[in-house]
């Protein structure tokens, strides 16, 4: 099973030694390079910069948020970045959570699905070329109503590399990740444990019947999963448990927090509920305390380079096609050990 990195977004500066690295995911064979954006660094420019840095891993924004940015200015930053990394793009997108969506970009976020899907074919148009981008939406009118009338359908003055670039929805909600099956071309989860693959599987085997022609024959499912190599197996799930705590907690709101409905879906509703609580109060120390070890090996590879052999065989028997790392790994070197074949 390919495997690659997701580094995240920058928090505060550059990682420690971020180009030495960035070399030495692809040099130890990692399959990609994957980042994030939040309210922080941009998703696009660290992967352009990782482009010119090296030559046969994958690039993939996991995710870049679809209220950041217009479709069209999506599909232009895309198309770019693809012709710059010689067709090694991954276009990653996530309607993001109303906390960023509103707070931080200033769109509105209701009805986020119906606006994914509008989002996905207006920039499959401008990948595409094939005619004047032309639409005429809910959420996205082009040209635009009103204004000065001067609005005119253009067409991508850029021919794309890939006009069928590939692009994937991150998810965690069942509709999404039929949205993921019935659209995209393929689906990024986060916090996927393989206890739960029935579930996935009947959500996105619902997206593919809406399909037409049912799954096409491209269509990847990709996991970010933490791992940390470790002797001893609390130590490791010690360094897991604040980012744990951190997103069943702290991000999103109290009744609209997406990653808490994921492990409140897994059947840890209570103890979720409890770290939110901790968390919102202030006491995160608490909240990644209260986190058992056995919860923390549902959704994370912990524990010696053995253990973590066997146990991403859980991952490998299930929906999931590839895995990538979540963050970037000081020992990349020991990472590797544990996790390519």
């Not at 928090?11 to 180009?19: C, E, I, K, T």
């Not at 924004?61 to 793009?89: C, N």
């Not at 509703?269 to 901790?278: K, P, S, T």
């Amino acid at each position: 099973m390919p495997v690659g990195i997701n580094v995240g977004h920058f928090q505060r500066a550059l990682p420690d030694r971020w180009g030495d690295r960035v070399r030495q995911i692809e040099d130890l064979g990692f399959d990609g390079i994957w980042c994030s954006e939040a309210y922080g660094s941009d998703v696009f420019t660290p992967l352009a910069w990782c482009a010119a840095r090296t030559t046969r891993v994958r690039l993939g924004t996991a995710v870049a948020q679809i209220p950041a940015r217009t479709p069209a200015a999506t599909a232009m930053a895309a198309a770019t970045l693809d012709h710059l990394s010689g067709g090694r793009l991954v276009l990653g997108l996530g309607a993001s959570g109303p906390q960023v969506s509103e707070g931080w970009h200033g769109v509105a976020y209701s009805r986020p699905l119906a606006r994914t899907r509008e989002y996905v074919d207006v920039v499959r148009e401008v990948l595409a070329r094939e005619r004047p981008l032309a639409y005429e939406g809910e959420f996205h009118r082009l040209p635009m109503t009103g204004g000065t009338g001067l609005g005119k359908p253009l067409r991508s003055s850029l021919h794309s590399l890939r006009p069928d670039l590939p692009i994937q929805l991150g998810a965690e909600g069942p509709r999404n990740i039929s949205l993921a099956a019935e659209i995209a071309d393929g689906w990024h989860a986060m916090f996927f444990s393989p206890a739960s693959d029935p579930f996935y599987r009947e959500a996105l085997d619902a997206g593919f019947a809406r399909r037409p022609g049912g799954r096409p024959g491209r269509f990847e499912v990709i996991a970010s999963v933490p791992v940390v190599v470790d002797e001893d197996v609390e130590r490791a799930a010690d360094r897991v448990r604040p980012d744990l705590a951190l997103y069943m907690g702290g991000m999103g709101a109290r009744g609209a927090n997406f990653h808490y409905d994921v492990f409140a879906r897994m059947g840890h509703e209570e103890l979720a509920a409890r770290v939110q609580d901790l968390y919102l109060r202030g006491e995160k120390k608490a909240a990644a305390a209260a986190i058992p070890t056995a919860l923390v090996e549902q959704v994370a590879l912990i524990g010696p380079v053995g253990k973590i052999r066997e146990d991403i065989c859980r991952w490998g028997s299930t929906v999931i096609d590839s895995i990538a790392v979540q963050g970037l790994p000081v020992d990349l070197d020991t990472v590797a050990r544990a996790v390519l074949a």
